[in-house]
């Protein structure tokens, strides 16, 4: 696929889209319960998940909180970058502290979302790790200091 071709988003039909919905309420909800709710056995409603998941359209996934776990320190790092944009992108993606890379327009080229041990450790990932990938030319951090909303409920189109 070349950056002049648009991505062909796959079309869902309404039960595909009613099983992504009751996966969103409530990951754990078995096949029967949702077969019961979308009309399908479970056996179809399994096979769909698997098709959905292997298309890569959806993952069912435990949602942590890294605060609960150990981890002090959550931060959004704003990422200037010199020359392609791409590369520097797949290098922070691949750091195993960054849990989300997005490219962006705007006064950053790329945001990371970075959950560290401590301080120090924080320090240690934006300073010494995302600091000396090739193309970035700077870097602001923005401490998270209370998270008020996280969701993944948005549904389908």
């Known amino acids: 696929m070349t950056r002049s071709q648009p991505r ?3 079309q869902l039909d309404a039960v595909s889209k009613a099983i992504v919905e009751q996966l969103q309420q409530d990951g754990r909800r078995s096949y029967a319960a949702i077969g019961k709710v979308v009309g399908l056995s479970e056996a179809a409603v ?8 292997d298309a890569g359209i959806m993952q069912v996934v435990a949602v942590t909180d890294p605060m609960e776990l150990g981890f002090a320190r959550q931060a959004m790092v704003g990422v200037r970058v010199t020359g392609a944009i791409e590369p520097v992108a797949d290098a922070i993606a691949a750091l195993d502290e960054v849990d989300y890379v997005v490219v962006t327009a705007g006064s950053y080229d790329v945001l990371a979302e970075v959950v560290a041990e401590t ?5 240690e990932i934006v300073s010494d790790r995302i600091r000396s990938i090739p193309g970035v030319l700077t870097t602001e951090t923005f401490m998270y200091l209370h998270l008020r909303k996280q969701t993944y409920s948005w549904g389908v189109r």
């Open 46 to 53: 399994r096979q769909r998940v698997q098709r959905l998941t």
């Open 119 to 123: 301080d120090e450790h924080l320090l």
């Open 8 to 10: 062909s988003r796959p």
